[in-house]
């Protein structure tokens, strides 16, 4: 679900930077969290900023998301396919 969004279409170079928020996950259960994806251009033109961040959480118990064992698989293999969908919309991007 997306959660906020924002598109700079001025030239201010005080405004705040283009960004998409994105949730995931269910509160009932024991695994949610949120991406963020952000474009800022530097001053000028000297190009833009690509940021991406990221956190996991369990909303409904005070107790780790994954055994220890799983932890570590399964946040590298979330994170690599995360970061696969950001390459992939930033070259979708620069195609245009």
Do not use: Q
């Not at 024991?30 to 959480?57: L, N, P, Q, T, W």
């Not at 220890?68 to 994170?79: D, E, I, K, M, Y």
């Not at 390459?87 to 620069?94: A, F, K, Y």
């Amino acid at each position: 679900m997306v959660l906020d969004s924002r598109l700079n279409t001025t030239e201010d170079e005080n405004a705040v930077e283009s960004f998409v928020e994105i949730a995931y996950g269910d509160d009932r259960k024991g695994f949610s969290g949120m991406h963020r994806f952000e474009v800022s251009r530097m001053a000028a033109d000297e190009g833009v900023i690509v940021g991406y961040s990221s956190f996991s959480c369990n909303p409904k118990d005070d107790m780790p998301i994954f055994s220890w064992v799983s932890t570590n698989l399964v946040a590298r293999f979330h994170c690599f396919y995360a970061l696969s969908l950001f390459r992939d919309g930033i070259r979708e991007v620069l195609s245009v």
